[in-house]
């Protein structure tokens, strides 16, 4: 197990390298982002609603997370 | 009476709040709305009221104060004995439930050009629960703002009401009811759980039409984990169902978001893999279609689908096929699937020429949210019977304006 996970740390660091790099290049100028002000093309602008959701599937599934990273929550589940 | 003065003492806040912002000539947001969940089948039956209200406040140039309040206003009726003698639905042995939870919140945010920093405590509490949590969030933006990354931990030290004693786990009764809970009683007691989130977000612009977000979580739970109430037939007798301390949980999204521009119309692809150390693991995948009506009218359609595998200490049947030390009733251990269809409608109300309505608002919005969950549980049975309650609904009205 410790093997398999020490030979793929470089794999993944490359991927990454090559994730930062592609994003390095990918520049689209301030002009150009009418689209990508639109309210539905934002992440983490769902509001109180969604939070409300997220809580109820929290409570009636097994798993949890990747979603906003703000917030926290109780640990109510 | 309780609620009255929460509700007070946060109006109070948010009062004092908007007059800090109208002091500095700073914008305030605020939202307010409520949710009703309901789920109902046979003789179980669950319904939440879940009213919320938040404020956040530029009070200077590069800080923002936050302040909410939410609540969960619970009644129904649960199963209290998972596994007891039961041919049909209509022979399932439930327990009322009517509790309160309230939800108080306060942070802020020290913000520049470049990123910002949260600070947020909740502090959560009801009749057999207590809960207080601290969370940071960091972000920055890159590269013409083309490229976001972010992370946050969280800190949640919560207390459970359980039945004081020591006991086997066997023989281990159930709670009854939360009634001397957090007190004197010689009755009861209060267990402890430690939480630590880490997450972390990279979200990038890769095209003037299309953006894409990775999300990564890992949580520690450390503790009294699981429903106090409930307890599961185990031989002759039923006891409090019993679960490991520990339980660490690993979450890994990805999502796109790609603008039709002949349609003005937003689709959205998601898809997240999870697995913890109690065995389960799980996939959802979600589609959503955000459609611009006409002016700032918006329609968003949303089709959502989970899969989980069991865990490692679940069974339908602990008399014949016992797993372990072990044992739970909690549906939600199972092996299960579950569907989400979802409306949102969302209206942002014209402006006068100056840029505001009724002379003081910059903007106003107004959420109309439904969703229906149908959930599956193929290995889930209570005694012979099968889960009557699969069937959720869950409707939202959500104000937000700004100032």
Same mark, same amino acid.
């Given at each position: 197990m410790l093997d398999s996970a020490s030979s793929s740390r470089p794999l993944l660091l490359l991927m990454a390298a090559i994730l930062c790099g592609l994003a390095a290049c990918a520049g689209v100028r301030p002009e150009d982002k009418e689209h990508l002000a639109e309210p539905a093309m934002s992440y983490g602008d769902e509001g109180m609603s969604e939070q409300h959701e997220q809580h109820v599937l929290d409570n009636r599934e097994g798993s949890t997370g990747g979603g906003d990273t703000r917030g926290g929550g109780c640990g109510c589940n | 009476m309780q609620l009255t003065k929460l509700c007070l003492l946060t109006v109070v806040t948010l009062l004092m709040l908007l007059a800090a912002a109208d002091g500095a000539f700073a914008q305030a947001n605020m939202s307010a709305g409520t949710s009703l969940f309901r789920e109902q089948g046979g003789p179980l039956h669950m319904d939440v009221i879940m009213p919320s209200v938040n404020a956040a406040v530029d009070v200077a140039e590069p800080l923002q104060l936050r302040v909410g309040w939410m609540a969960d206003i619970v009644s129904g009726a649960s199963v209290a004995v998972v596994d007891a003698p039961a041919d049909s639905v209509d022979a399932i042995t439930t327990a009322t439930v009517s509790d309160t939870r309230h939800q108080l919140s306060g942070g802020l945010t020290l913000r520049d050009t470049q990123g910002s920093v949260d600070v947020t405590y909740n502090h959560a509490f009801e009749n057999d629960y207590r809960s207080h949590n601290f969370a940071v969030t960091a972000r920055t933006d890159l590269w013409d703002r083309n490229t976001g990354f972010e992370i946050g931990y969280s800190r949640a030290f919560d207390r459970v009401c359980d039945v004081a004693g020591t006991f086997e786990p066997v023989e281990k009764p159930r709670l009854d009811s939360s009634k001397g809970c957090f007190s004197d009683a010689q009755t009861r007691s209060a267990r402890?759980?430690? =939480?630590?989130?880490?997450?972390?977000?990279?979200?990038?612009?890769?095209?003037?039409?299309f953006t894409t977000r990775i999300g990564v979580l890992?949580?520690?739970?450390? &503790?009294?984990?699981?429903?106090?109430?409930?307890? *599961?037939? =185990?031989?002759?007798?039923?006891?409090?169902?019993?679960?490991?301390?520990?339980?660490?949980?690993?979450?890994?999204?990805? #999502?796109?978001?790609?603008?039709? *521009?002949?349609?003005?119309?937003?689709?959205?692809?998601?898809?997240?893999?999870?697995?913890? /150390?109690?065995?389960?693991?799980?996939? #959802?995948?979600?589609? /959503?279609?955000?459609?611009?009506?006409?002016?700032?009218? @918006?329609?968003?359609?949303?089709?959502?689908?989970?899969?989980? &595998?069991?865990?490692?200490?679940? /069974?339908?049947?602990?008399?014949?096929?016992?797993?372990?030390?072990?044992?739970?009733?909690?549906r939600e251990l199972s092996a299960m699937r579950s569907a989400l269809f979802g409306l949102a409608f969302r209206w942002q109300l014209p402006t006068d020429e100056s840029g505001h309505l009724l002379g003081?608002?910059? #903007?106003?919005?107004?959420?109309?949210?439904?969703?229906?969950? @149908? #959930?599956?549980?193929?290995?889930f049975h209570y005694d012979r019977a099968e889960v009557p309650n699969t069937l959720a609904q869950l409707l939202s009205l959500e104000l937000r304006a700004t100032m």
């Open positions: - | 402890e759980l430690a =939480i630590h989130t880490l997450q972390a977000g990279f979200t990038q612009v890769w095209t003037p039409v890992a949580q520690l739970l450390h &503790g009294f984990q699981v429903n106090p109430y409930r307890a *599961v037939r =185990i031989g002759k007798t039923a006891a409090q169902e019993h679960a490991p301390n520990d339980r660490a949980r690993y979450a890994l999204s990805a #999502s796109g978001r790609f603008w039709l *521009v002949p349609l003005r119309a937003a689709l959205g692809l998601e898809a997240r893999a999870y697995r913890d /150390s109690w065995g389960i693991t799980s996939f #959802s995948g979600e589609l /959503s279609y955000d459609q611009r009506l006409f002016g700032d009218v @918006r329609l968003r359609l949303r089709l959502r689908y989970y899969a989980q &595998g069991r865990a490692a200490f679940y /069974s339908d049947d602990y008399m014949l096929a016992p797993k372990g030390r072990y044992f739970t009733g909690d003081f608002l910059s #903007s106003f919005a107004l959420v109309l949210k439904g969703d229906l969950l @149908r #959930s599956f549980f193929d290995e």
